[in-house]
Structures are given as structure tokens and as C-alpha cells.
């Protein structure tokens, strides 16, 4: 099975990365500018990319011929602290997370539509409960809210757009993840987060396409 994940090098990019070798499938592991833990691990099977989906770029390296799992992993959380208080946030920290978050799936998506079809294929995308209005209790945050909001919505696109074509799409909440995102202080650990996920993923097609499921199998509200 040919895997392609978006930021890779590190945290639960990483975390797929592993989880896939492990499992004997071909990983194409893309990272935006520095491969870092990804340069230590043995080249069997592993084929490394550098891709910034922020950028109308092509990604640099070869592509497969087929990809049997898309994962668009890649995220920022954009400004911390109180950057993103109804005081504070600005329209360019907006548009940047915005940018990377929501666009970024879709320049992913427009480039490797075809490989995904040709493997009657699966496409995975990270959003947050973040972005789910339903669990929005405490407001703020309005950059990441908004970008991960606006990429459930583009996935549930995706996934009415790709079903004619065999692709199943579906979107996901990978828990609150201890990673540099969350400062090391998430609920559960990276190798929790990725086995739930890779559950959801390999029975994906026994949920809606374009459904919001948790790492733990549970549908996401929004
Ligand atoms: P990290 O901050 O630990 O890692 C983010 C990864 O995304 C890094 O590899 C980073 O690359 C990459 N990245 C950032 N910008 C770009 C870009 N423009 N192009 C390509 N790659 C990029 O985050 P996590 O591992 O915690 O999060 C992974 C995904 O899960 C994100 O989409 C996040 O929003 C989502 N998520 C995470 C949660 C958590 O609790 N951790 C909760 C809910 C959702 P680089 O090293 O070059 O910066």
C-alpha cells in the first residue's frame, strides 16, 4: 500500500509515518523544509518529499504512480498566548493559518486527485474539535477555529466530489496530542492518538463520506 503524509518530520506526521512502515506499506513522507527525524530512519520503503503546502508549489522528488492513502497531516496553530483573542488576532495571522489549514489540503488534494482515484483510494484529513462549532464552549482561538472549521467543510466537498470516482474521504480529530503544537501537554500520546486513527482510517468507508470521527471512532458534532 502506497501512503502519503504532509508534515512528517514530526509529531503525529511522524507518528503515521512509523505506524505505516511498520505495517510493510510504502511511505512518502513530505516535509516544508527540514526532513529532521525523518533523515534517521532506513530508506526501506520510505521516500522522502519536500512540500510546503502553504505554497502553490510542486512538491520536490517523485511522486507514486498510485496512492492508496492520503493524509494531509500538515498544520500551525498560528499566533499563542492571547494572539488570538478577539482583541488581539490580526487578518494576516487569519490568513496565514487560514492558508496552511484549509488551503493547504486543497492544493494537496488538486495535485494528487488523480493517483488517489486511480487506487479507488482513501483521503484523510486532520481537522480539530476546534473547529466543530458544537464543542466551541470557551470562544477565541478565532485563526485555528476558523481554518480547521473551514477544512470539515472542504473535506465534506472532497468527499461528495470524489465518491463518483471510488475515493473515500473522511475527516479527522486526533485527540488532544501531546506535541509541539500543544506544548507536550496533550491527554494522550502520539502512538495512542495514530493506532485510533489508523483503526478509523482502515474501516473508513463504514462511515458517511466526509463524516467527522475522532481518533477513538467516536463522530465529531459540528
Ligand atoms: P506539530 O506542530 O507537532 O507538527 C506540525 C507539522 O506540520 C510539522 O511537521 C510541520 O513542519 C508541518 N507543517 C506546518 N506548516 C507546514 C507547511 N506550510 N507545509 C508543510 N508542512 C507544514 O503538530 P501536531 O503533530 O500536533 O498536529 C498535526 C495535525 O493534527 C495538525 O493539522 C493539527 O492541527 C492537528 N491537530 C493536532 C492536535 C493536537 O492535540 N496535537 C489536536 C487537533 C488537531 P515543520 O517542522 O517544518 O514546521
Same mark, same amino acid.
Given at each position: ?54 505554497? $502553490?508549489?510542486?512538491?520536490?522528488? $517523485? ?30 495571522? %487569519?490568513? $496565514? ?6 488551503? #493547504? ?33 470557551? #470562544? ?56 485510533? %486513527? ?25
Amino acid at each position: 500500500m502506497n501512503v502519503l503524509i504532509t508534515g512528517a518530520n514530526r509529531g503525529i506526521g511522524l507518528g503515521f509515518v512509523h505506524h505505516y512502515l511498520e505495517q510493510g506499506c510504502h511511505a512518502w513522507a513530505c516535509y516544508r523544509s527540514n526532513p529532521g527525524a525523518l533523515a534517521d530512519l532506513a530508506p526501506e520503503h520510505l521516500h522522502l518529499l519536500q512540500w510546503d503546502v502553504g505554497l $502553490d508549489q510542486d512538491p520536490l522528488g $517523485d511522486l507514486p504512480e498510485v496512492i492508496d492513502l492520503l493524509i494531509n497531516n500538515a498544520g500551525i496553530y498560528g499566533p499563542g498566548k492571547d494572539g488570538q483573542s478577539l482583541s488581539n488576532i490580526t487578518a494576516d495571522a %487569519m490568513l $496565514d493559518v487560514f492558508n496552511v489549514d484549509c488551503v #493547504g489540503p486543497l492544493r494537496v488534494v488538486q495535485k494528487l486527485a488523480d493517483r488517489v482515484i486511480t487506487a479507488k483510494g482513501t483521503i484523510a484529513n486532520l481537522s480539530s474539535k476546534m473547529g466543530s462549532s458544537d464543542d466551541n464552549s470557551s #470562544g477565541g482561538t478565532y485563526a485555528y477555529r476558523a481554518a480547521k472549521a473551514g477544512l470539515v467543510i472542504i473535506s465534506k466537498s472532497m468527499a461528495m466530489d470524489l465518491a463518483p470516482h471510488g475515493v473515500h474521504v473522511i475527516t479527522l480529530h486526533p485527540g488532544w496530542v501531546a506535541t509541539d503544537m500543544t506544548g507536550n501537554n496533550g491527554l494522550i500520546n502520539i502512538e495512542t492518538s495514530v493506532r485510533g %486513527m489508523c483503526a478509523v482510517i482502515a474501516t473508513a468507508r463504514n462511515f458517511s463520506p466526509g463524516q467527522f470521527i475522532a481518533f477513538d471512532g467516536k463522530v465529531v458534532p459540528y
